[in-house]
């Protein structure tokens, strides 16, 4: 069965401090990582997916298949990055994704 | 339109009454879901289509729930004789491509209270 685990429902750090935002996947094949995110007021939207390598808005994750992670980071949070992030799975041929419960991180003037 | 467009966005319905919820996709998006978010929760899939044809509805929680797309575009959420679990945000999320959820763009969601 395919589990998205966030530890964290609430993390708080101050601005210009290092975040990261905990994802664990249980999946026993070779599956598609995305993080998602929700600012106040707007829509769930995609911030980044692992096949794309890339850093949207000054965050990176990586998957990491021994751990079975894919944590979310930035090296300085701004107060904009205040906001509900979802990291989501999507198996080997299947249509879905599948969510965690989420994060709320709040990034403290 | 630029974007998916979901109604109403709020809804009140007594227990046991039937509600619709409506998504308007992206124009020209093949791959059409819902989803269910309940407070404090991730979305939870419910149902995909591919055009008109219903590929999955392995997530809908019961046969009250049932979902349309007869057209390719516009889908109906419908949930009959609404129980008090059945109060969360409805999703409705489209994509271009055939594969599924590659890059889902989300609407703004129908809240459904059910007293």
């Known amino acids: 069965a395919q589990r998205v685990t966030q530890p964290e429902k609430l993390l708080s750090v101050f601005k210009g401090a290092p975040v990261e935002l905990k994802c664990n996947y249980s999946y026993s094949g070779s599956p598609e990582l995305f993080w998602y995110v929700q600012y106040s007021r707007q829509r769930l939207q995609l911030l980044l997916r692992?096949?794309s390598r890339e850093s949207i808005k000054g965050f990176t994750a990586d998957l990491n298949k021994g751990e079975t992670s894919f944590h979310l980071k930035k090296p300085f949070a701004q107060e904009e990055d205040s906001a509900m992030y979802y990291c989501a799975l999507k198996g080997t041929g299947a249509n879905n994704l599948f969510f965690g419960t989420g994060t709320r991180l709040t990034v403290i003037p | 339109g630029a974007g998916v467009s979901q109604s109403p966005r709020y809804k009140v319905a007594k227990r046991g009454q039937d509600v619709a919820l409506r998504c308007d996709p992206i124009s020209g998006h093949v791959s059409l879901f819902w989803y269910q978010q309940a407070l404090g929760q991730g979305p939870e899939f419910l149902t995909y289509f591919q055009n008109e044809a219903q590929l999955d509805k392995s997530g809908l929680p019961s046969d009250r729930f049932f979902a349309e797309r007869p057209e390719g575009s516009v889908s109906t959420l419908k949930i009959q004789r609404t129980q008090q679990e059945d109060s969360a945000v409805y999703l409705c999320?489209?994509?271009?491509?055939?594969?599924?959820?590659?890059?889902?763009?989300f609407g703004a969601g129908s809240r459904l209270t059910v007293l």
């Open positions: 692992h096949i």
């Open positions: 999320a489209s994509s271009l491509g055939v594969s599924g959820a590659n890059v889902l763009t």
